[in-house]
């Protein structure tokens, strides 16, 4: 009996102490007259703000690209056909002393 009775006033004094929080931070989130109202979920906001801006550059860095997004097409073009004719072999490697050689050549 007397436990019960214990419970039922601690769990009143929880379920008042969790209102009055509420009540605190909804008062604190509008602020006073005037202020500006403040926004619990910012970092959500901010999260999905970043998100979309490296959605933006990654679609802008397709447009503008080619070769992995590294490289304009018109560089990534160039560098193909230079490494085309140091690769004698067609294996699709050249070593050092090819890639040497056929710079000079480039000029």
């Given amino acids: 009996m007397w436990w019960e009775r214990h419970r039922e006033k601690l769990l009143l004094q ?12 909804e008062a604190s989130r509008r602020g006073f007259f005037g ?3 403040l926004q619990w979920d910012s970092y959500k906001i901010l999260s999905e ?3 979309q801006e490296r959605l933006e550059s990654i679609e802008g860095r397709r ?3 080619g070769v992995k997004g590294d490289w304009p097409m018109e ?6 056909k230079g490494f085309q004719l140091m690769d ?3 294996r699709g490697k050249i070593n050092f002393g090819k890639l040497t050689v056929g ?5």
């Fill in 14 to 25: 929880e379920t008042c102490y969790f209102d009055w929080q509420n009540l605190i931070a």
């Fill in 63 to 65: 447009r503008t690209t």
């Fill in 75 to 80: 560089e990534a073009a160039v560098l193909k």
């Fill in 49 to 51: 703000q970043l998100e």
């Fill in 88 to 90: 004698t072999r067609k």
């Fill in 103 to 107: 710079l000079h050549k480039l000029g």
């Fill in 35 to 37: 202020q500006e109202e």
